[in-house]
């Protein structure tokens, strides 16, 4: 396995955030309570979600002692609500429909509409362009299935 994917899942963790922080800043610089209040709403949920993605991490380290994929396989057999709460807070880093992080940025659009349509048209534009590339990209490597239901017969 080489080294552009053995952390593979980091480069979407970094697009993501990238996109939410410049959401963000569109929704501060829309000056209307909808584009300020996403704005807000999607700070909070960004830091209770990367804690939690950040803390589920830290329990892989600590129960495998390593950062290599490779080794996490067979993981939703060994730890099936962990991989649960995991697949979950990934999903939320996505704003997957119905969690905070898809409510704020849905309010940051509605807000940059409102101040100006062609910034809110590129952002959503954006928006859907990244999150079709990091499916993608997933499904191509295939994380879910490739390190998480395979088992993994060699030992450290």
Same mark, same amino acid.
């Given at each position: 396995?080489?080294?552009?994917?053995?952390?593979a899942?980091?480069?979407?963790t970094e697009?993501v955030?990238?996109? +939410?922080?410049n959401?963000?800043?569109?929704?501060?610089f829309?000056?209307n309570?909808?584009?300020?209040?996403?704005?807000?709403?999607?700070?909070? +949920?960004?830091?209770?979600?990367?804690?939690?993605?950040f803390?589920?991490?830290?329990?892989?380290?600590?129960?495998?002692k390593t950062?290599?994929?490779?080794?996490?396989?067979?993981?939703v057999?060994?730890?099936?609500?962990?991989?649960t709460v995991f697949?979950?807070?990934?999903?939320?880093?996505? +704003?997957?429909?119905?969690?905070?992080?898809?409510?704020?940025?849905?309010?940051?659009l509605v807000?940059?509409?409102?101040?100006?349509?062609l910034?809110?048209?590129?952002?959503?534009?954006?928006?859907?362009?990244?999150?079709?590339?990091?499916?993608?990209?997933?499904?191509?490597?295939?994380?879910?299935?490739?390190h998480?239901?395979?088992?993994?017969?060699?030992?450290?």
């Amino acid at each position: 396995m080489n080294s552009n994917t053995k952390h593979a899942s980091d480069q979407e963790t970094e697009y993501v955030i990238t996109k +939410s922080m410049n959401l963000v800043t569109i929704g501060m610089f829309s000056l209307n309570i909808q584009g300020i209040g996403g704005s807000i709403l999607l700070m909070l +949920s960004h830091g209770l979600v990367s804690s939690a993605l950040f803390l589920c991490v830290g329990v892989l380290y600590d129960r495998h002692k390593t950062r290599l994929v490779r080794y996490y396989g067979g993981l939703v057999s060994a730890m099936p609500n962990f991989s649960t709460v995991f697949f979950f807070f990934t999903l939320a880093n996505m +704003s997957l429909p119905g969690t905070s992080s898809f409510i704020g940025e849905f309010l940051i659009l509605v807000g940059a509409f409102q101040r100006n349509s062609l910034v809110a048209t590129l952002a959503a534009l954006g928006m859907i362009l990244l999150h079709i590339f990091v499916v993608i990209h997933i499904l191509i490597i295939r994380h879910l299935h490739k390190h998480f239901f395979l088992i993994i017969h060699s030992s450290l």
